[in-house]
């Protein structure tokens, strides 16, 4: 019934991915172009998922011993660049206050691309002895980097995100930290909440964030084949803490710079999502990140119709679902139910009067689109159970495409061949960073280096050992 | 045994109030100067604090059916003030940038000092018809006022809030709602979480909010007697609405002009908390904000003190208490119970080989200093009972010096001498728009009119049956 007017909300994901993101974005009133050229609009229903995803990443970066803090959204020029004579002479993607306390400002302070300089600085200060490590911090923030070319969640001028920073003793519990974050955190997070199968690696050397000693990434296929870098978590070295003098005392009492890391995922995993899931009908919604699960729906408007599905609303939500009711009888029954498709809410509980004679609803998955028939005695045991496999079903779904996508290669033009529709898996040690530089030429990239079991490699696998993943990316 | 080096820690707040507010700010690793001038480094105790009064705010907030959104930090230049030709004129709150993607921009762009004309923009095209109503948001983000005389969580040039922003097809519904949430959220929040006894009220049309109709606040005495506006909601009746063409085609086809509020709290509020229960000690946190509500001190270093305390944190973390263990036996005791006397915890648990022979161990409050020895066997329900009747005796505490420093005052002259130390009630007939200003030219203002009964005034009670609440503020 509701099929006829689908096929005019949306273009299709095959024909134009990206016009298909867009569409999806604003049809399913998820987020929109601020005034700003490359400022972005979070509306509620997507605003709504960034809460949930923010408090699943939170928790799980508590739980590795990090506290919060908020550092101020300016920075004076001097700590990004102590020699610019002038703010042009600055790096493209920065914003600068020039006049603020209506006058010009004698030092133009910059909008924080990130607020690495700020830790550094707080960091040295507030670490003196060995008591002090490991420092373990984090800021959720919004953070500007001027875009010429938005898009939205995936690239804009402002984002929101977090960012870590810790400091230790040694290089060892630096390395063990940054891989904790790596893995229990942002794969934890992207595999069992977003239900995104994610490579987990090192970046090579050309792709490592400037100043690390190693990055490693959470890297994801989207429905088009192409990559998106979900999260990364660096090791610093000492490079950091001797730029910024961060040292402590040791427990013998000689002073000893410390070993750092950071790491950061944003808004961007929300677009990851949008894309990792999304299909012809809008978004999909994995059910453990969905702020409405199921959604019950009143199909007439009719008294007892009426009444059942608010109380079958308050009977799921008392059973830890997030339930939500549709009784807007006054417009058609289809175009509700391709709205909820289109918003990617996991269920749909149909209730109208003829099923509830036999005291049964319909329940609608919103992955296959398979309908079932559910007595309403049994609607808690049976919606827990259906959400529960869906997670199950979409990331095991995810994982088909991005193992029927992935190819083995054994030469850069057959890696450029995969790279069209997916990624390719070619043994480091035959890519080289020649032939890295020759995809890169193709707008290919080394997405990460893994072992062959699709491991992170540690200190003791040899370059020769490694698997490069390569793709295009956003 | 803590009290010898406790004088040395702390002004005293009975001495110089707002050197003490800096001292514990610092001391307790609270907050500091950012490098930027009025800017604010909130560090983790603080922030962990902040985080716990931002999901009460917003949960309350949630319950009133408004969801939240995020809009972006810039605006542009013509949205704040069309006809300003030069950044110069704009209002010397603002912060304005004037360079970003590498160079000058055509129209600069202003640092939000509020999210407010944006709101008007994207209500004005996301209302429709009468189905789109109310329009509930809410927004939690940073914004800019530039500030000449910084005072850290009180006055800062950024700082963190929640501005709320609503649409309604009726004066009623608007004013309802408005009223909801200066009750059910800020007046709830303040007094069952932060322990904080309000005034409620109506502010003078002197001291409304630009454009509005009704403003709404909630006021609260610091420990010095003056007065701290916590937060305030807005009646903005069609003003808003008609600047911003927010309208909406009714039930019967017409085209109608929205009724709008607003309403706002923020970071402001920590410093209200600190300055409204600190003492001679430190800060004091009510219980049921508190990150960590109690402390498990180790006395001495030795194994089974070590066990039992540790094993004592996860029987009351079991138990839904906040619960910390504190083991640094090479740092002396008494120097470990003032930093946590400093920090404001609610209680703390000292564990040593001595009692625990018995049994036994001792559990002092933070808000009087009382000590009691506690059996072990019996410590959840000790602690649930101890934070339940902390919070209902620092809220009485607090009330009896809100009612010992407010004095009935029947002209101008008494009122001035009365905000010497605290607040005066005057009838507002009696003083009137000239005694109103009277007192603000010895910086003493009306902090907000009551009925007689102290509640929120309505349209059925006159002018001439409210009092006015007077006193100095900051
Ligand atoms: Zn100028
Ligand atoms: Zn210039």
Redesign the interface.
């Known amino acids: 019934m509701t099929t006829n007017n689908r096929a005019s909300v949306l273009t299709s994901p095959k024909a134009d991915f990206p016009r298909w993101y867009q569409d999806v974005l604003e049809k399913a009133e998820l987020a929109e172009n ?3 050229r490359g ?6 229903y997507a ?2 998922l ?2 949930r995803m923010q408090a699943e990443v939170d928790r799980r970066i508590k739980t590795t011993g990090a ?10 020029q001097s ?1 990004l660049e102590r020699e610019a004579e002038h ?2 002479g ?15 400002l004698a030092e ?2 910059v ?1 924080r691309p990130t607020s690495e300089t ?1 830790f550094g ?2 960091m040295s200060k507030w670490i003196q002895s060995h ?1 002090d490590l490991p420092m373990l ?1 984090n800021q959720w ?2 953070v ?1 980097r ?1 875009e ?1 070319r938005p898009r939205l969640f995936l690239r804009t ?2 984002f ?1 995100w977090q960012e870590g920073h810790t400091a230790h003793a040694s290089r060892e519990d630096a390395n063990a930290y940054a891989l904790r974050i790596h893995l229990e955190v942002y794969r934890d997070f992207l595999q069992d909440v977003l239900a995104i199968p994610v490579l987990v690696g090192v970046k090579s050397r050309r792709e490592r964030f400037a100043g690390a000693i190693n990055t490693m990434t959470c890297e994801a296929m989207m429905g088009d084949g192409k990559a998106l870098q979900m999260a990364t978590s660096h090791e610093l070295g000492q490079n950091f803490a001797k730029a910024f003098d961060i040292s402590f005392t040791s427990a013998s009492g000689q002073l000893e710079t410390c070993w750092t890391t950071s790491w950061g995922s944003s808004t961007r995993m929300l677009g990851g999502l949008i894309m990792a899931h999304g299909d012809e009908q809008g978004i999909r919604i994995p059910p453990r990140v969905a702020p409405v699960q199921i959604v019950v729906l009143a199909v007439k408007d009719d008294e007892r119709t009426l009444t059942t599905a608010a109380s079958l609303v308050s009977e799921l939500t008392t059973a830890g679902v997030r339930a939500r009711l549709d009784d ?1 009888t006054t417009q058609g029954f289809g175009r509700r139910a391709t709205e909820w498709e289109l918003k990617g809410v996991p269920l749909r509980l149909e209730v109208g009067p003829r099923d509830l004679e036999q005291g049964e609803a319909t329940i609608v998955r919103r992955d296959g689109g398979a309908k079932q028939t559910v007595k309403l005695a049994e609607i808690n045991t049976t919606v827990l159970a259906l959400l529960e496999s869906m997670h199950t079903e979409m990331i095991e779904t995810a994982r088909q495409r991005l193992a029927e996508r992935t190819v083995e290669a054994a030469s850069v033009a057959e890696a450029l061949e995969a790279a069209k529709t997916g990624f390719a898996r070619i043994p480091w040690q035959r890519l080289g960073e020649e032939g890295e530089e020759a995809l890169n030429r193709e707008a290919v990239s080394v997405r990460c280096l893994q072992t062959r079991e699709g491991t992170v490699p540690g200190d003791e696998d040899h370059d020769s050992e490694l698997i490069a993943i390569v793709g295009r990316s956003y």
């Open positions: 601020g005034p700003v400022t972005m609009v979070i509306r509620p605003y709504g960034w809460e506290e919060n803090v908020y550092l101020p959204l300016f920075i004076p700590y703010v042009e600055f790096s493209p993607e920065l914003a600068v206050v020039t006049h603020a306390g209506g006058k010009d133009p302070v909008v700020l600085e707080l008591r911090l923030a919004n500007v001027w010429m001028s402002e929101l807007r």
